[in-house]
């Protein structure tokens, strides 16, 4: 409903809003399995004082996160990535948070160097562009693996585009796979790629891939490695009747490793 001061809240399970004039909102206390369907909505100018023992079961409003079940604004030096829309900025406190908050054609804008720790590396199956900003990722599992990106198309191809910033890798710093629906679209543009096996691998067993490196840097250290693989499949390009093949466009670009390509 509209409250009178501007706080449009309907369709939310829990508006909290108040007076501009007011101090506080006052405290809520969300304890055992609550659902809340359409979830918090938080228009308040004064301190909001949300608690609950479920922070896994309640989504946190924009703009907000659990804090040890404490409901926190988001602050953006907490912040390590943001989305732009057209109704305004969303701060997230991790990267992979953002990347799955993303809808398919947006920007995921990274705001610091950051590591992750996630042996298959963020998923991507949706068509998303991540703007590394001047900043790097490093992915920091110590038994050898963690790619840091996985392209996958699940129902239709996927489109990624990962630009200016750096990707370390202690295996495969981008993996693309899929489910034999279509092709999937890579790109690389302004981007240092450090990786330990591959710098970029496809797995054509079952569909093929668009690869562009633009204005790059690939170096990988693996005694047997490769800068880019990129594989078909005879038997798949049997059944297409030779259509969808892969192909590999490279500008301006330096591609270094056991083998190159």
Do not use: M
Request: charged content about 15%.
């Amino acid at each position: 409903e509209n409250n009178g001061n501007g706080n449009c809240t309907k369709g939310y399970a829990l508006a909290l809003t108040n007076n501009p004039s007011a101090s506080t909102v006052g405290s809520i206390n969300l304890n055992g399995e609550n659902t809340l369907t359409g979830g918090i909505i938080v228009k308040a100018e004064g301190a909001v004082d949300v608690t609950t023992n479920s922070a896994d079961l309640i989504p946190a409003p924009e703009g907000y996160y659990w804090n040890e079940g404490v409901l926190t604004p988001i602050e953006i030096t907490d912040a390590e990535a943001l989305i732009e829309t057209t109704y305004g900025t969303t701060y997230y406190t991790t990267l992979e948070e953002a990347v799955e908050a993303a809808t398919s054609g947006q920007t995921v804008t990274l705001l610091k160097d950051v590591e992750i720790e996630i042996e298959a590396g963020l998923l991507i199956n949706k068509n998303l562009t991540v703007d590394l900003n001047n900043n790097k990722i490093t992915n920091t599992c110590s038994n050898g693996e963690g790619d840091v990106f996985r392209v996958e198309s699940v129902e239709s191809p996927t489109t990624f585009t990962v630009k200016n910033g750096t990707l370390n890798s202690q295996d495969i710093a981008i993996y693309s796979a899929g489910n034999g629906n279509d092709v999937n679209t890579v790109i690389v543009e302004n981007v240092v790629v450090n990786s330990d096996w591959f710098g970029i691998y496809h797995n054509g067993s079952k569909y093929g891939a668009n690869i562009t490196v633009r204005n790059s840097a690939i170096t990988d250290t693996y005694e047997e490695g490769v800068g880019i693989y990129l594989s078909g499949s005879e038997s798949w390009n049997n059944a297409k009747s030779g259509e969808k093949l892969n192909s590999l466009t490279i500008n301006n670009s330096t591609i270094k490793g056991a083998t190159a390509v």
